[in-house]
Each structure stands twice: as C-alpha cells, then as structure tokens.
C-alpha cells in the first residue's frame, strides 16, 4: 500500500530554469497539499488542491508558482524562472478528508 | 508574534527519563490540532491528533489548554529512537494546517 509518492527525491537547477514537482497522493485520497521548508524554517502551507480545483492557495507565492492535480496524473507543482530564494524543500501531503495529513518524502529543490 | 511558537530546544533526556514541552498558538478559532514528528528534516509523519479532553497513545500524551492556547506534548520512558524534531500542528480551516519550527529532543543513553 504505497504512500505519498513525490518525484523527484533531489532536483538542482540554474537559475531561469523551470522546476516541476510531482505528487502522487496515497491510493483514495483526493486532497492534496503543498508544502515549503526552508532552511532552519518550519513548513509553510503554500496550496490545497482536490482534483481539478485549487481550494485555497494562499500561500502561493503571486508570481512564477502554479499548482494543478488533473483528473488523471499526478499533481504537478510549477515553479517557473527559478531564483536561489526557491531553493527549499517541497513536500506533499493527501489525505481522504482534509485530516489528517499524510507526507511525502519531499523534493529538495536546489538551484545554483 | 509567529502564529505558531515552540520552543526549539534541543531537549537532551536520558534515556528512560520523561521529557514535556509545549506549543502556543494565537488563533483563538483553531478548530483542531496535531503533533508530528520529522527526524532530519526528512517527511513529517503523524504522531498524534490532540483532542479537547487530552489523549494518550502509549508513552505519549498530549493536552490542549484552549484558555491558554497552548497544546502540549509529553513523552515517558523515553527511548533512543524518540529522538526527532516535534511539530506543533493546528488547523486553521479548510485544509490549511500551520507548522511551528518544532522541538528538537535528544535521547542520550
């Protein structure tokens, strides 16, 4: 019975470049969840998505990030014209109501 | 003030000792609760729910404190592998949940 699965484990970019994200939530879970960490920081909720509609995504950054989770596939985080800012830990979380929330293993987002 | 505060700690126990901390939160309307844990910064997992009468789950227990706004952790017998960054969880409504910077604790033999 496989968890959160988020790919990829470890990402570097250079600046300019385009990163995407991917979140395959737990098996019957339709909430999924975004989730930020810096260095020495604790998470920060960036968006809650079900499928085809973004729920709340007050903490996404107004420029360059955008969140999908299309009927079929993935959810796909998009973080587009990277700076060194960015560089963060990215986690995904589902769950089959909105709680409790079960995590990925996270993407580490590099950017050089 | 940050909406979620903790106590970063380290926390050293010896091990077999009891070790409690707590967590303060500023939205009064916080519906509900969580503690979970992530050792070296890798995926938070649920330790946890936090419920109005308090709870207990093994050596574990947490209570909440709604007057105070403050949620609380407590850890008996603890062992090496208790060793991990505690994160004070609440919900703020519709899905949103707020992460404290969480609490290191050091199990030492």
């Known amino acids: 019975n496989a968890g959160v699965m988020q790919n990829p484990r470890h990402l570097v970019r250079r600046r300019g470049q385009e990163a995407r994200l991917r979140c395959s939530p737990m098996?019957?879970?339709?909430?999924v969840y975004w989730y930020r960490q810096l260095p020495e920081e604790g998470l920060k909720f960036m968006v809650y998505?079900?499928?085809?509609?973004?729920?709340?995504e007050s903490g996404m950054p107004k420029e360059r990030f955008s969140a999908e989770f299309p009927k079929e596939g993935p959810s796909i985080l998009r973080i587009q014209q990277v700076v060194r800012g960015d560089s963060a830990a990215y986690f995904c979380?589902?769950?089959?109501?909105?709680?409790?929330?079960?995590f990925g293993d996270g993407t580490r987002l590099s950017i050089l | 003030r940050k909406e979620v505060e903790q106590d970063p700690g380290p926390f050293n126990v010896p091990e077999g000792a009891t070790v409690a901390f707590n967590c303060t939160y500023s939205?009064?309307?916080?519906?509900?609760f969580f503690w979970y844990r992530q050792d070296c910064r890798k995926e938070p997992k649920l330790l946890m729910s936090?419920?109005?009468s308090g709870n207990e789950d093994g050596r574990f227990t947490a209570q909440l404190n709604r007057a105070s706004q403050y949620i609380s952790l407590l850890i008996r017998d603890s062992k090496l592998s208790d060793s991990a960054t505690y994160l004070c969880?609440?919900?703020?409504?519709?899905?949103?949940?707020?992460f404290g910077a969480g609490t290191q604790v050091v199990v030492t033999p």
């Open positions: 979380a589902s769950s089959q109501e909105p709680y409790p929330q079960h």
């Open positions: 098996k019957g879970h339709s909430h």
């Open positions: 998505l079900q499928k085809e509609n973004i729920i709340d």
């Open positions: 939205n009064s309307a916080s519906q509900s």
């Open positions: 936090v419920y109005s």
């Open positions: 969880v609440v919900n703020q409504g519709r899905g949103k949940l707020q």
